[in-house]
């Protein structure tokens, strides 16, 4: 079945330093979604990338799809402590609306 | 966010109890899901119901049921869990997208479960 390996599983950065996880998938994807959850809360939609070599910020957030759709990255410029939470990608199965989660990658922030 | 709701929001039971947890969107979404959420181990989907159907059981024990009256509710019946199952309990809704598409899903806060 699909699977999708996300890493790093966890870190931890000075608030100001920059962030990045990455996706990777051994095979091609049709789209890329991904989540963030903040402690004691639940997955929280951020955005779903479709096209090759797609790239979409969100103020301090850039999103990224590989030109080969196999792989995508979240990159948050200047953490700040209301970034901190797991931040998950999640890619759709080859059939039927199901959606496979990464592991996550854990991110605090130090004040 | 109120979406999605779910109740009871924290649940301590027994392994001989039976108890449901419940689901209710308010999006208009055609589709509901019931994911695990435990500390080690990423979000694990049990359950998948298109416009109140059963699309996908994921292997998982007979000791979760799940209900789906309607389009707008879901329910999991719970009975004789045991201590690994203790978890979140997250349930989710989307629109159901036609071939080649997706819809994002949208998650309650979730169930908190402990079994003892």
């Known amino acids: 079945g699909q699977q999708v390996m996300q890493i790093p599983q966890y870190q931890h950065v000075q608030e100001g330093e920059d962030f990045t996880t990455y996706c990777n998938s051994s095979t091609t994807l049709s789209n890329i979604q991904w989540y963030k959850q903040r402690p004691g809360g639940h997955p929280v939609f951020l955005i779903q990338l479709v096209k090759s070599g797609e790239v979409k910020k969100q103020k301090r957030l850039t999103f990224q799809f590989g030109e080969a759709k196999k792989n995508s990255s979240l990159h948050i410029t200047a953490t700040q402590t209301t970034d901190v939470g797991t931040y998950f990608c999640a890619v759709p199965m080859e059939y039927g609306n199901k959606l496979v989660f990464g592991a996550g990658t854990i991110l605090r922030v130090k004040s | 966010e109120t979406g999605v709701t779910q109740t009871p929001r924290h649940l301590v039971m027994g392994m001989t109890n039976k108890k449901s947890l419940k689901c209710e969107q308010h999006l208009g979404h055609n589709a509901m899901y019931w994911y695990k959420q435990s500390a080690k181990k990423p979000l694990e989907l049990m359950f998948v119901y298109n416009f109140k159907e059963q699309t996908e059981n994921n292997s998982v024990p007979s000791r979760f049921s799940p209900e789906c009256p309607n389009s707008s509710h879901l329910f999991l019946h719970l009975h004789t869990l045991q201590p690994e199952d203790s978890a979140l309990y997250l349930c989710?809704?989307?629109?159901?997208?036609?071939?080649?598409?997706?819809?994002?899903?949208?998650f309650g806060p979730g169930t908190r479960l402990t079994v003892t």
């Open positions: 989710a809704s989307s629109q159901l997208a036609n071939p080649g598409g997706y819809y994002e899903q949208y």
